[in-house]
């Protein structure tokens, strides 16, 4: 009962977050390890149970989304399908124990990442209208979704700084095409690990309700919450906490 509460509320609490702010791996991972599934089978599970959470909150920005930049919507979505089945396949031939090694690394990057997340975004906002052409942008976006398709940590910050180099403009709309995004990568990448076995069921179904709640819920938030810096910091805080953890077993 204990580990099926800590699932359930690792999944609430992941969905939450990945729809307002992103970094929810960084409570779901840890939790799926906890529980005793090995690690590559743990990130597969992970990236399979955060579905639920990306398509309630994609569904609560639905009318937020709209085409910007050169790149059209569908060649968007084609090109992240086409990223995250790549990266599925790379964890796929990763041994466990080289997985285990390399997961407080990509940790601390994503951590990092997700803390100059602000900075980027700044970065993004003073190119004055100047943004990447179409082949460009479906180098950015597949650079994005390899990544994704690997490892589903700091996904969120990657993906709206890769919108603000195509030329996305609206934050709601960046939000909502993250989510959706998320959605496309996670649900292509869970069918290669389906079909490889790496989903532990049992745990993925407790994950997914929770994650699929808190999705929906963030999404619902998201516009009324003020002080999203103090989100950004806990978020931050607990990957910290997370990657000096891994470092340390």
Do not use: C
Not at 160 to 180: D, E, P, Q, T, V
Request: positive net charge.
């Amino acid at each position: 009962m204990l580990e099926t509460a800590l699932l359930f509320v690792a999944g609430l609490a992941g969905g939450l977050l990945n729809a307002v702010a992103g970094g929810g791996t960084f409570l779901t991972l840890p939790a799926l390890i906890y529980a005793g599934v090995p690690p590559v089978s743990a990130n597969a599970t992970a990236a399979l149970t955060a579905l639920p959470g990306y398509i309630s909150s994609a569904w609560g920005f639905r009318g937020d989304l709209r085409p910007e930049g050169r790149l059209g919507l569908r060649g968007t979505v084609a090109i992240a399908a086409a990223g995250s089945i790549a990266g599925a396949l790379l964890l796929i031939v990763t041994p466990g124990e080289t997985f285990l090694w390399v997961v407080p690394w990509l940790l601390l990057a994503s951590t990092a990442l997700f803390a100059a997340g602000p900075h980027l975004m700044r970065l993004m906002r003073r190119q004055d209208g100047e943004t990447a052409g179409p082949g460009g942008s479906a180098l950015v976006i597949l650079a994005v979704s390899v990544y994704g398709g690997y490892f589903n940590g700091g996904l969120g910050i990657m993906l709206l700084a890769a919108f603000g180099m195509i030329g996305y403009r609206s934050l709601h709309g960046m939000n909502g095409l993250k989510n959706m995004l998320s959605a496309v990568l996670s649900l292509t990448s869970a069918l290669a690990f389906v079909t490889a076995g790496l989903i532990a069921w049992e745990q993925a179904l407790v994950m997914a309700a929770g994650a699929a709640a808190g999705g929906y819920a963030g999404a619902r938030l998201s516009r009324r919450i003020v002080r999203t810096d103090l989100l950004r910091h806990f978020v931050t805080a607990t990957g910290a906490g997370m990657t000096l953890v891994f470092f340390l077993v």
